[in-house]
């Protein structure tokens, strides 16, 4: 997306293997306050996006990836995906996508990481050992790892 236009750490449309287009965000939240609402307004705003394109695309479903540094919800598990649901009983509308990772609920215990546990361990920070291990079975994460070891060398306090 344009610069002026980014409203996350990550907000790109991508295709899958199954060639569906979709529109994914990436977001931090800092803090408690408005949590919901800042949700939706992130959601809101990478699925409307859409519009501004002169491309003619077709409308895609939008998932957000909203990371917490705090704990917000009152089960054990760390990961969530929100749907919404009508009082007509369990509609789900399909296209709005809003998942949740609570940092503080990961525990890495050095098994077998799957991908979106190697991406969290990442992300949160893990100890060298598991950062090597991640680092040589995840290409995209390598890559990523290697772009902000640049930037932090380029980078200058003012």
Not at 60 to 74: E, G, Q
Not at 84 to 99: A, F, N, P
Not at 128 to 139: F, M, P
Request: glycine content about 4%; overall charge negative.
């Amino acid at each position: 997306m344009p610069k002026e236009e980014n409203f996350g750490i990550a907000d790109v449309r991508l295709k899958t293997e199954d060639e569906e287009e979709i529109n994914v965000g990436i977001q931090f939240i800092d803090g408690l306050y408005y949590i919901q609402t800042k949700m939706l307004l992130y959601y809101s705003q990478i699925h409307l996006n859409q519009v501004e394109y002169d491309d003619k695309r077709e409308f895609a479903r939008t998932a957000t990836i909203n990371i917490l540094d705090f704990v917000y919800f009152n089960s054990l598990k760390y990961d969530k995906v929100i749907k919404v649901k009508s009082d007509e009983g369990d509609v789900c509308l399909e296209e709005l996508e809003m998942q949740v990772i609570e940092l503080p609920k990961f525990h890495c215990n050095n098994k077998e990481l799957t991908r979106k546990e190697q991406w969290v361990s990442y992300l949160k920070g893990c100890d060298k050992y598991t950062l090597e291990s991640i680092l040589n079975k995840n290409e995209c994460i390598k890559q990523l790892d290697v772009l902000l070891e640049e930037y932090w060398e380029k980078e200058k306090m003012e």
